[in-house]
Structures are given as structure tokens and as C-alpha cells.
Nanobody, 118 residues
């Protein structure tokens, strides 16, 4: 499985962006992580390709939404009400089960930069 993330860019605080992650195949679950400058990789959200429960980091809950299009093998991250502290490189990743720990994810996309200006 290969992952290709896209959709990052520069947006003003309060704005929105939608990230996409195109997958060449499927594992059980997909997740989004982010890494801000000088910080470690942080869990954002995850869901299974089959649907069902979704999980979010407290810092993004209520503002970000993960979704999928099974026909296109693509997972999305809709980000609303963006804040400067959301600035980071966002990565999509694939795992055999739902988890918030980055080490569980075996396959990673290349990352897409999101910059939120104040």
C-alpha cells in the first residue's frame, strides 16, 4: 500500500482546508497525524475503512472531521476553524487496527504542509 497526501496550503485563522489521502490499497484503518516545527508527531484522528467509530485528539475534536470514499480509496480530513497552532506537516498513515499511537502505523504518506496565519 502506498499513500499520497495532498491539500495542504496557507490559510488564515478561522478558515478551512480539506486534506486528501489517496491509497493504492487498503489496510484496516487509516489515520492522520501532524508534526509541528520542533515537536514530535501528534495523533489527530483515525477511522476504519469499513466505517464505524472515529477517534479524535482533544485539540481538534469538533473542528476536524475524518471521512472516506471507498470507491476512490481516498480518506479525507476536513479542517474547520483553523488556528495558528494547527500549523504542521500533516501525514496520513495506514494500520492494521485503530490506534492513536504512531508506532502502530506501518505505512506513511509523504506529508502535506498546513500553515495557519494569525
Amino acid at each position: 500500500v502506498q499513500l499520497q497526501a495532498s491539500g495542504g496550503g496557507l490559510v488564515q485563522a478561522g478558515g478551512s482546508l480539506r486534506l486528501s489521502c489517496a491509497a493504492s490499497g487498503r489496510t484496516f484503518a487509516m489515520g492522520w497525524f501532524r508534526q509541528a516545527p520542533g515537536k514530535g508527531r501528534e495523533f489527530v484522528t483515525t477511522m476504519a475503512w469499513s466505517g464505524g467509530d472515529t477517534y479524535y485528539a482533544a485539540s481538534v475534536k469538533g473542528r476536524f472531521t475524518i471521512s472516506r470514499d471507498n470507491a476512490k480509496n481516498t480518506m479525507y480530513l476536513q479542517m474547520n476553524s483553523l488556528k495558528p497552532e494547527d500549523t504542521a506537516v500533516y501525514y496520513c498513515a495506514a494500520a492494521r487496527y485503530l490506534a492513536s499511537r504512531a508506532g502502530v502505523y506501518e505505512i506513511w504518506g509523504q506529508g502535506t504542509l498546513v500553515t495557519v496565519s494569525s
